[in-house]
């Protein structure tokens, strides 16, 4: 199977890295060669239809961009743009479920059903670039609204923007201009515009930072995520009723430290591939597990996704401008949303009504205590009384995280209910197949461990920068060699690679 962790895709990669640096004096002939390769790279993933689908839908966003830019009626052509873009991803990404709902309702009025299609394709990254898109024409308007000196993308700039390879799978989700709360992996801007347009000399930009990421996301997927789903996730989540209560309690656990292993894994790897190219890409996470409440886990967790849902749902909603109330809802309202483009199914709602009830619950906490949501001592409380209080909001937060997670993890609502049946009733008369207390006290040290590698990491740093790079890149290519010999048979896939 191809994919980014592919031997095929290496040997690829490292061709087209020495044809692109080969023109680094001509930075438009290395977009082109950039979007030749994306779309390669999307052929050889998805096929000739999703890459069709991609082309065809980047034209027709083109086409709108250009109607919004100099026609008479911009948000005519803003609101079409958006409906477009949301029905070609509702076609696709929940046709399942509006299939199921048609031939139900066919079969309840006795009708035949057989005509109705099967299952389509689902092309690959569809939601990512979707969501680029809707960003991009709303800049478009608001920088014409505010007559702002600005061109949009030129037609090839756009097709390349929107099928980048380094974003196209599963993100992180870029933007065209600079945006509060984007910023790549030195806490800088990385609007796409800006790059893209350059006629200065690309570089790669820190290297050795490229390839330690690389390393790490290869350790991280290959290594600890497919050890946490092989053992203990996966076959806990397909038959919790075979497993004792504790094992049920490891795999949830496990589950979160999978999702986040993978899904980082993955983030930085295509920030590295970026930073390898010239290219500044937004990180999409920041030591989320060690969030003090639910906001500030919004704030580390998935950030494209979550910076993408207060500009593009939570503030056009009205975000906290139409009262303390209104806010509440508005968020609540944002959160089920981002549920849904999950999933169509009912856990998914849930696993997004719980996190917008929690934040909602936090902002009423706030308002008693402090009477205001916007003052700071009221909005981070716990963190303010000291080390005991940091520690319990954490506690308290990384908990509610884990087991909403159960909701996401599930395949059905009723599944998840399985799971926390299993949870609280398989201790009686089930035997351990795993010994999970094991897997629980090493969950325990990583987690209380983990700031403190970090910030070692932070001091280590100066130390690395007096090493000869010749024994850092002799270092780095040991520590691949180790991962890649070390690791299990397969290709795994990144898991959000399938929203």
Known sequence: MFSFLSVEFALIFIVFFALYWAFYRQSKVQNGLLLIFSYFIIFLMAGAIATSVLLLFSVLIFIISRMLMTSLRPKFWLVLGIVVTIANLAVFKYYEFFRANIVAAMQALQLDASGVVANIVFPLGISYYSFQAISYLVTLHQRRANHAVSSPLTFWQLLTHLSFFSTISAGPITRVDDTKG????????????????????????????????I????????????????????????????????????????????????????????????????????????????????????????????????DYIYIPLGGSRNGFVRTQI????????????????LNFFFWGLFHGLAI???NVGDKVLQNRTSNPKG??????????????????????????FVFFRATTFEEALLIFKALFTNHINVAWANNPLYLLSLLLIAWLL?????????????????????????????GFMLVVVLAPSGIPGFIYANF
Request: a positive charge; aromatic letters at 14%.
């Open 450 to 478: 983990y700031p403190v590698v970090r910030n070692g990491a932070k001091r280590l740093a100066p130390i690395l920068a007096k090493v000869p790079n010749v024994l850092l890149y002799l270092a780095l290519f040991i």
């Open 215 to 310: 390393l790490l996301a290869l350790a991280k997927k290959w290594w600890l995520a497919g050890y946490l789903a092989d053992t203990w996730v996966n076959p806990v989540f397909a038959n919790p009723e075979g497993f004792h209560s504790l094992e049920v309690l490891a795999a949830i656990y496990g589950y979160t430290l999978q999702l986040f292993l993978d899904f980082s894994g993955y983030s930085e790897m295509m920030v590295a591939f970026g930073l390898l190219l010239g290219f500044r890409l937004p990180m999409n996470f920041n030591a989320p597990l060690l969030a003090h409440n639910i906001r500030d886990f919004w704030d580390r967790w998935h950030i494209s996704l979550s910076t993408w849902i207060r």
């Open 379 to 404: 909005r981070n409380f716990l963190a303010g009384t000291g080390w005991l209080g940091k520690g319990l909001g954490v506690f308290t937060t990384i908990h509610f995280v884990v087991f909403a």
């Open 360 to 362: 909602a619950l936090l």
């Open 330 to 345: 508005n968020l609540i309202i944002a959160m089920v949303l981002s549920g849904i483009w999950h999933g169509s199914t």
């Open 182 to 213: 984007l910023l790549d992996i030195e806490k800088k801007p990385c609007g796409m515009q800006a790059q893209l347009i350059t006629t200065a000399h690309r570089k790669p930009l820190l290297p050795m930072l490229a390839f330690a990421l």
